[in-house]
């Protein structure tokens, strides 16, 4: 006998940060414990999907002067397809867009987020080169830091 459980987004705390750690486990860039807490040290609006108790996805987007960036976005393997990304992304969308701010996302050409994003028709608004700055990032503790965008030899950019 199976149970279904109802999936509830909840915005994310400390508490959330160890089982948001092993979501995507396997992922290369996958963040670390500091950097989940660094993000909401800084001011990041994330958010957790939660299923039984348990996290099952996340998503972090980082307030950058102009416009909001996508930082990451995770959903554990047995929950993916079944629109836990989708509902974390508007779930983000809702709690900013009183603000006025759009959220810009980068992805590599032919990655899982690019096919995401396609399959959500977000706009493509650019494509960046290996090398090109981000803007500085602005937190509520008034740290500004630069970003660089190397980790492909280009990445296209869209707008949620």
Request: hydrophobic fraction near 35%; charged fraction near 25%; glycine fraction near 8%.
């Amino acid at each position: 006998m199976t149970t279904n459980h109802v999936v509830v987004i909840e915005k994310m705390q400390t508490q959330h940060i160890p089982a948001l750690c092993v979501i995507d486990a396997g992922r290369e860039n996958q963040p670390q414990e500091e950097d989940f807490k660094e993000y909401l040290e800084s001011g990041c609006c994330g958010r957790v999907a939660v299923e039984g108790g348990t996290a099952i996805g996340f998503i972090v987007v980082e307030d950058v002067v102009t416009h909001y960036e996508l930082r990451s976005l995770g959903v554990a393997v047995p929950h993916r397809r079944k629109g836990v990304g989708t509902r974390l992304v508007q779930a983000v969308l809702s709690a900013i867009r009183a603000g006025g701010k759009s959220v810009i996302v980068n992805a590599a050409p032919g990655s899982i987020a690019e096919q995401f994003l396609t399959a959500l028709h977000c706009e493509q608004i650019a494509v960046r080169c290996r090398g090109d700055w981000d803007p500085p990032r602005s937190t509520e503790k008034g740290r500004q830091r630069k970003v660089r965008s190397d980790q492909f030899p280009f990445h296209r950019r869209y707008r949620l």
